[in-house]
């Protein structure tokens, strides 16, 4: 049988019978006696290397790009939305705690459960806990109104089917066919969002939703005396609840007189409304700085509080006076973007390890602390003194998995681990403030330490932290 042969002009031309004039593949492929799969070949190779062969096509390409990138975008801030939306909603007015009240709910594939942190919710986004509290502390912790979208509007995939008809040539009434609406629809829509040349269906459903929204003043806007009439009682430090109560006792039956407490407080919580002051926040009661959730709850949450923690009061006397090795200080040294290495220093030798952590979360650091320690000679770590931080709330997983013993200092003492908080010191040499740790490989923390500890030091008569480490493991071991 002898092998069809076709020129590259032919070749060119089935194509643009898919790209410019919207044939699907299979009728064009029938049309033209050809396998389907030869003419998909030809789209891949012509579309690859002839895009300018193809101006229609590669407008379209461009488009069906742009429509994907977009697609990826709208699916992630929804993601976002969700929940933050249900994070405000069980928001118990605290910095770090939201109940998100959906405990069956998944993200990621990962169970989420009530009383989640800034941090996990930020880690399940990507995002910063700070950026999360921002979103919604914006919202005073109230979950927005869904948006509902009118039913004989168009949606977002009939936009890119109009689209995607423009560019390959149809007109309104092909359209209107297809997608079974009014000509009229088709060409009011075209014409709003810049014409048939310019139309493109993301930004004509973003304008659609914007010119869609309907903001409503709130009742203490458009009535100043009720507004300066709550203002007053509010600084008197009466309850919003209290507020209410007593206008509907006092102006029974006059609407414009009475107001909820929960419009009292949206006032306060939402600042963008520009009703009432932000100062008057101090006069409240429990003075929070967003609304909290009914069914918001803190139990089971340690709220700060290490459980468990051994003080440094508690530690034996032969590790105050450096003269046993094998004790240890250690921290967490910041940097930019919220990244941060461990520090490790044996208190008597000044001999220093430095870990890379994945973030500062307790679970990280204590994975890595314990990857690290396991490394070392038996008896080399018999205890680790630790600042107050929350990074290292998982002590007792650390001293099941390496047989150390935890110490925390107090509150606010960095003195009670003296040589760490030099070595800390130290290091801003190498790591300046300002710097992005997470750049930096174990490799390349291993590197740092081996310089400073091979660096002489005045406390130890100018000897080096790894020829005193060492000398004090070999006499131990």
């Known amino acids: 049988m002898t092998r069809r042969k076709f020129s590259r002009e032919f070749k060119i031309e089935a194509v643009r019978l898919v790209t410019d004039r919207g044939v699907a593949v299979a009728q064009a492929a029938r049309d033209l006696d050809l396998a389907e799969s030869v003419l998909r070949r030809w789209m891949r190779e012509l579309t690859a290397t002839q895009a300018t062969a193809f101006p229609g096509n590669g407008q379209m390409r461009a488009d069906l790009a742009e429509i994907a990138a977009l697609k990826r975008e709208v699916a992630r801030l929804r993601a976002e939305r969700d929940i933050l939306k249900y994070a405000a909603v069980g928001s118990t007015g605290q910095r770090n ?74 007109s309104f009434r092909q359209l209107g066919r297809d997608l079974g609406r009014a000509v009229s629809t088709i060409s009011r829509d075209v014409v709003k969002n810049g014409g048939r040349r310019a139309y493109r269906a993301t930004r004509a459903e973003e304008r659609a939703l914007d010119s869609a929204r309907r903001p409503k003043p709130c009742h203490l806007a458009y009535n100043p005396p009720l507004c300066k009439l709550v203002a007053g009682k509010l600084s008197g430090q009466w309850s919003p609840q209290q507020i209410a109560g007593w206008l509907k006792a006092r102006y029974p039956g006059d609407a414009s007189m009475n107001v909820s407490h929960e419009t009292i407080y949206k006032s306060l919580f939402i600042q963008a409304r520009g009703v ?10 429990n003075r929070r700085i967003m609304r909290r959730g009914r069914t918001a709850t803190t139990a089971g949450q340690t709220r700060g509080q290490i459980v468990d923690a051994i003080s440094i009061r508690d530690r034996p006397a032969e590790i105050e006076d450096r003269a046993i090795p094998g004790h240890w200080e250690g921290d967490l040294l910041s940097g930019a973007r919220n990244s941060h290495i461990a520090t490790l220093v044996e208190r008597s030798s000044r001999f220093v390890m430095l870990v890379k952590v994945g973030g500062k979360d307790s679970d ?41 013993s935890v110490y925390f200092c107090d509150p606010k003492s960095p003195w009670q681990r003296g040589s760490n908080e030099n070595t800390n010191g130290l290091l801003r040499q190498y790591f300046p403030n300002g ?22 030091r005045k406390t130890l008569g100018f000897q080096t932290p790894a020829v005193t480490f060492n000398r004090a493991v070999a006499l131990t071991g």
């Open 97 to 170: 705690i939201f109940n998100l009240r959906c405990s069956e709910r998944t993200h990621n594939g990962t169970h989420r459960s009530p009383g989640e942190t800034l941090s996990d919710i930020g880690r399940a986004l990507g995002k910063h806990a700070a950026s999360v509290f921002g979103v919604v502390a914006a919202k005073g912790g109230f979950a927005p109104v869904a948006r509902s979208r009118r039913c004989g509007s168009l949606s977002l995939l009939e936009r890119e089917e109009i689209s995607r008809g423009l560019v390959a040539g149809r």
């Open 276 to 285: 009432l002051r932000k100062e008057l926040l101090a006069h409240l009661r």
């Open 364 to 404: 990280s650091v204590v994975s890595a602390l314990i990857a690290q320690v396991q490394h070392l000679p038996q008896g080399v770590m018999a205890s680790l003194t630790w600042d107050r931080g929350m990074e290292l709330a998982y002590h007792r997983k650390f001293t099941v998995a390496t047989d150390v």
């Open 435 to 456: 710097t992005d740790l997470s750049v930096y490989t174990q490799h390349d923390l291993d590197q740092v330490a081996l310089r400073l500890n091979t660096r002489p």
